[in-house]
């Protein structure tokens, strides 16, 4: 059927889709949901998906209406004219159907079903029915390794020449907890290479892109990654470079509303951003404990055993440890007072706080362990090795190497929560304490969030300070107040 | 946060659904698909889905744009600013997580999901997650019970005092078997009520309310219809007066691109309908055979078990036979083609379609002992009353009563299709013929479809014809002429 093509001007937010009159759907036997081919000049062709309209002031018959995706594609003004065909249901709608039927998927399927979601050919319900056949069934083994891979092929890779690329990874949930920025310097002073991507905070105060930025850029294209590299072994910036991101971002968002959260697609997901720095040994942080993602052992030990074979079959020899994960790591929660936090301790300042620099020397040891290297993570930071290459990888990636903890500016809004009785501190609620800083403005007010002045077990006496909020402006602080609640419990 | 309203003049098709500015959401720390609280002047308030965007030329940052559906609750004229909140995810979304974990629903949840169903209070996303629940784990017992109570009482319902209300129900996907239209005046011509509601087409060429329009009005009111059922004991109208279609249309709607056709849901759909107009007896039709829903007779005794536990705990006497589904029943594909086989029958005229009389009058003789009635269908509608039923109940529904089955339009338009060698009817593709049918331009062309001369077994010589393809429109005809392949394959 020809028709005239219309713009809608409206983005459907990722799928490509394209919209006719209910009178046209009705001839060509169309429904809602539908593919279809539309062939726009001699050689082109394009598969969407097909809405329908029974509002003759939106689309009209004899209309084509293109949402903005589609009108990216197919030019309105150069296409006036074009023919559509009913088209088959993709091959990667059918592998999904396969998989909410309980069936195991091929690498073939997997491919379909990640090239498809990247090039925006399938709908959030179709995405939903994956997310549901994953979550309800999990993925296998074999499903994970071959859906890691698609999605590590779907993007940029980088690939050195290096015998050794070591890489960490925290499955996260916990504030602050900015051990990267402290591992990676260290790694790096030990002649080791770490091509550390991070991302930016999603659902928590920061993400470590976020807290890097305060001190560095973080966007980089894969060309300027590797001249970091070459001057300084190490790097700390956006996992964005590596363009493997629409895969995942698009699976978060219809994974959001019921936060199903499938151990496969998490897995994939993370692993993915290792195969694509060509990582070669790689330590998994799972942090155990009440607000954590994992929030006991022996989920823990599943999730464990699951990244170990996955990574054995990537190639990239894994360590997993378990880490307490029942309160935040580091006093500040938010981008600046992270950095700030990781500035005193690379800088053996008095503000330092321990249980952060403890977890990263652990944790550096524990890499040196994996690629046989002989160093001591404490001599590296307690020498200032590590703040030096600090300063290397800040100046590489074009920020301020001299710049001091009490330069980095801090909301200047703030509120003091002070403790009603004397006690010692019982608990301090994760979830709690990232909702207060993001309502406080983190990550976006890179100089927003809260500053914990005493932990788990230690002793507070009545009206002495909790933690203090920091804000860039009024609303957000009453907001951060308003959601205080219980975020510590003292006993 | 207080906002200005702003009309976003698009419409979501369902959801009730608000935008603000990516830079709002970041600070009301808020994602797509989220839950908001909408106070729109000093009382009221509404709950609708939020959608996110990035692009200030459609929401700036301190606007909120209105669907369509959500610009129907609040006119932006009137309130010009409203203030939002963030709101908890509604019950019905646990409820949806629930379901998914695999656990089963209370009557509560349910009701939850069906009243927000109805409200369109749920995305897409969330409707999928909810149809892959009910296919995955499927529904039990109780929670179809639930559902089915649930989607009857969202809408309307007709009580009447009568001690017997008669109902049928044919599960489908065979062409034409348009035995509703002889078994209601045959039932009705022995005293006994029959609230017939129907369902128009969706994917077929026809429903059985597309057929009975050819002969009279199917769309009322529920008054109308207790007004008509005084004159005639019996009617055959348009199940969307009773207004249950919402639930339904917005299940299938999200079950088409992936064919998921939960039984559970599909049971709570049919015996809502028959709940709503308190049917009492209830014959129900599971045609088995290829190209029909049920293809084996092992799922069809399945399904079986499943209508008859569900209807007893509804209270409606059931009874479920199994028929050949292997081909059409009745020689006419379309509604008026479809109309006339049904004439035909009534008049006793030469032209009637033995297999569809045959059927009717068998159904007609279940729907009597099951409720216990001493009558024959074969005498009633032998002698003629079945007709005299018929002419009442078309004038009731302001139809002409003495139309015959030659002033029945077709299409003007038609092909012949001959058979290409002399032997016998092994195979009519169900499916097939539906599509040809269809394309032909049925139902919303009334007098497009088939005609089928032969039936399976039947012998024919090279050259017969085999079907006539009637349409209105050349296009069509030719679309459906491209359309027929191996529609009857002749052995």
């Known amino acids: 059927m020809q028709l005239k093509t219309k713009e809608v001007k409206f983005s459907t937010g990722g799928p490509l889709v394209a919209v006719i009159n209910e009178k046209d759907a009705t001839k060509l036997d169309l429904n809602a949901l539908d593919r279809i081919k539309i062939k726009y000049n001699s050689v082109n062709t394009v598969n969407v998906i097909l809405d329908i309209t029974k509002d003759n002031t939106k689309v009209r018959p004899g209309y084509l209406g293109l949402f903005e995706e589609t009108a990216k594609i197919i030019d309105s003004k150069k296409h006036k004219i074009v023919s559509i065909y009913p088209s088959e249901n993709p091959f990667s709608v059918e592998a999904i159907r396969k998989k909410l039927d309980g069936k195991e998927l091929s690498k073939k399927e997997i491919e379909f079903i990640v090239k498809d979601l990247v090039s925006n050919g399938l709908s959030d319900i179709e995405i939903a029915y994956f997310v549901a056949g994953c979550y309800k069934k999990g993925l296998t083994y074999k499903e994970t390794v071959y859906l890691t891979k698609a999605i590590a092929n779907e993007g940029k890779t980088i690939k050195l020449k290096n015998k050794i690329v070591a890489d960490k990874h925290c499955v996260g949930g916990i504030p602050n907890n900015r051990t990267t920025m402290i591992v990676t310097p260290i790694i790096a002073s030990a002649g080791l290479t770490m091509i550390k991507t991070s991302s930016r905070s999603i659902t928590s105060p920061s993400g470590t892109s976020d807290t890097m930025e305060v001190l560095a850029k973080v966007d980089f294209t894969v060309d300027e990654i590797k001249n970091i590299l070459k001057k300084t072994n190490g790097c700390m910036v956006w996992a964005g470079a590596m363009e493997l991101a629409s895969a995942d971002s698009k699976l978060i968002k219809v994974r959001h509303p019921l936060r199903l959260d499938p151990s496969g697609l998490m897995i994939a997901s993370i692993l993915a951003k290792k195969a694509a720095v060509g990582s070669t040994h790689l330590l998994i942080d799972i942090p155990v404990g009440h607000g954590a993602k994992i929030t006991n052992k022996k989920d823990g030990k599943k999730l464990k055993k699951k990244f170990e074979k996955i990574a054995r079959a990537l190639g990239i020899k894994t360590r997993v440890i378990f880490t307490n994960g029942s309160q935040p790591i580091g006093n500040g929660i938010g981008p600046a007072l992270e950095a700030r936090d990781v500035l005193y301790i690379l800088r053996r300042e008095p503000g330092a706080p321990k249980d952060l620099e403890e977890k990263a020397i652990m944790m550096a040891d524990r890499l040196f362990r994996l690629t046989n290297t002989k160093a001591s993570a404490r001599e590296i930071l307690e020498s200032g090795q590590a ?36 006690g010692s501190i019982e608990h301090i609620d994760n979830l709690r304490i990232a909702k207060i800083a993001r309502l406080a403005g983190a990550p976006s007010n890179k100089g927003a969030g809260l500053y914990i002045y005493k932990k788990v077990s230690e002793q507070v006496k009545r009206g002495e300070k909790l933690f203090t909020i920091y804000s860039e402006n009024r609303e957000k602080l009453e907001l951060a107040k308003g959601a205080i609640d219980s975020a510590i419990i003292v006993k």
Chains 1, 2 share one sequence.
């Open 387 to 422: 703040y030096k290459k600090m300063k290397e990888i800040i100046k590489a990636q074009q920020g301020n190497p001299n710049i001091l903890p009490e330069q980095i500016v801090i909301g200047k809004l703030k509120y003091d929560y002070k403790s009603k009785k004397t």
